[in-house]
C-alpha cells in the first residue's frame, strides 16, 4: 500500500522529531530489520488506544512509511481511524512520549494514549 495511491496527502505521517527518536531507540537494538508498528485497539478511557511496538515483517496490507533512515507500519485495520493523523514525539515539561495527532479522533483522554470517533 502506497501512501500516495489516491491522494496527494499522506495517509498518515511522520513528524521530523518522531523519526529522529525512533531512529535513536532502534539504534540501541540488535536487529537491523526491526520497524515501529503503529496500531489501534479497543481499549483505554475513550474506547480505542494506540498501540506502539517493534516488528520485523511487514504484511501485505501494511502502510509503509519511511523518513529519514527509519520504517513505521500502520496496519490496514488501524489506518481505517487513522487516515490523515501524524505519529509526533514530543518532549514537554510533563515527559516525553509519541503523540498521534489524529483528525478522526472526536475525543480523547488527558494523557491522549487512547481516542474515540
Known amino acids: 500500500m502506497t501512501e500516495t495511491a489516491t491522494t496527494d496527502k499522506p495517509l498518515v505521517s511522520l513528524s521530523d522529531s518522531a523519526a529522529k527518536r525512533i531512529a535513536e531507540i532502534l ?8 520497524m515501529l508498528r503503529v496500531s489501534i485497539s479497543g481499549g483505554g478511557c475513550s474506547g ?56 478522526n479522533a472526536t475525543a480523547q483522554c488527558g494523557c491522549g494514549s487512547s481516542f474515540s470517533v
Not at 511487514?58 to 502502510?63: G, P
Not at 518532549?91 to 509519541?98: C, Y
Request: proline fraction near 2%.
Open 48 to 103: 480505542f488506544q494506540y498501540g506502539f511496538s517493534f516488528d520485523d515483517t511487514r504484511s501485505e496490507d501494511d502502510l509503509v512509511i519511511e523518513k529519514d533512515g527509519v520504517t513505521v507500519l500502520v496496519d490496514s485495520m488501524s489506518l481505517l481511524y487513522m487516515g490523515g493523523a501524524e505519529i509526533d514525539f514530543v518532549e514537554d515539561l510533563i515527559g516525553a512520549s509519541f503523540q498521534i495527532k489524529n483528525p
Open 27 to 34: 539504534k540501541d537494538e540488535d536487529d537491523d530489520n526491526l
